[in-house]
């Protein structure tokens, strides 16, 4: 199977500063990428997928690229709702596996 | 508006057999596959499965082949997992997800959880 791999594990950043987190691939996923955003006692939301494409209703200061085995989820301007646990998914074939979890916190 | 709306916690002794439930709304459930996905307390998540409501087609995790059981009633919009025999370590909390498209793909509506608790 296809192994993600988060960096780092914990983040802590302040509202205003610019936060990006690395997920890689343990071979090429193309752009079959995701990344979600958990807050405690909340199921997933889907930020970005396609490792670059918004989700509607996404707030523009998240953004995603990459392709093949290296991407990054960047928070241009982190604001005091987006202290979360953020995933990545790949979907490169139908074995889907998410990273280990980036938790961005104060 | 689309909705996956899961069933209550479970709380249920090792060995026991369980079934929790999704119910769609807002959508034709019979276009998009769902998915199952594991969070154990304080961990990550994991993909168990995924299913094609229109013909029942299901695809597991190696992890989770042969440990669960997916599957849908079309009639009623809602998707299943079941397991025949639970054990301590299936505590956690499970999420079912909608996909965007024909997988492989993303899930982009999400029920709120079950937590099932497995404790003697």
């Not at chain 1, 983040?11 to 610019?18: E, H, Q, T």
């Not at chain 2, 994991?46 to 989770?64: C, H, K, L, Q, V």
């Not at chain 2, 025949?84 to 509506?109: E, G, H, M, N, V």
């Amino acid at each position: 199977d296809i192994q993600m791999t988060q960096s780092p594990s914990t983040l802590s950043a302040g509202v205003g500063d610019r936060v990006t987190i690395t997920c890689r691939a343990s071979q090429s996923i193309g752009s079959w990428l995701a990344w979600y955003q958990q807050k405690p006692g909340q199921a997933p939301n889907l930020l970005i997928y396609q490792a670059s494409n918004l989700q509607s209703g996404v707030p523009s200061r998240f953004s995603g690229s990459g392709s093949g085995t290296e991407f990054t989820l960047t928070i241009s301007s982190l604001q005091p709702d987006d202290f979360a646990t953020y995933y990545c998914q790949q979907y490169q074939s139908y074995l889907y596996t998410f990273g280990g979890g980036t938790k961005v916190e104060i | 508006e689309v909705q996956l709306v899961q069933s209550a916690a479970e709380m249920k002794k090792p060995g026991e057999s369980l079934q929790i439930s999704c119910q769609t709304s807002g959508y034709t459930f019979t276009r998009h596959w769902i998915g199952w996905v594991r969070q154990r307390p304080g961990e990550g998540l994991e993909w168990m499965g995924i299913i094609y409501p229109t013909n029942s087609d299901a695809r597991y995790s190696r992890t989770f082949q042969g440990q669960v059981t997916i599957s849908v009633d079309a009639s009623i919009n809602t998707a299943y997992l079941q397991w025949s025999s639970l054990k301590a370590s299936d505590t956690a909390i499970y999420f079912c997800a909608r996909q965007q498209s024909s997988p492989p793909d993303d899930f982009d509506y999400w029920g709120q959880g079950t937590l099932v608790t497995v404790s003697s």
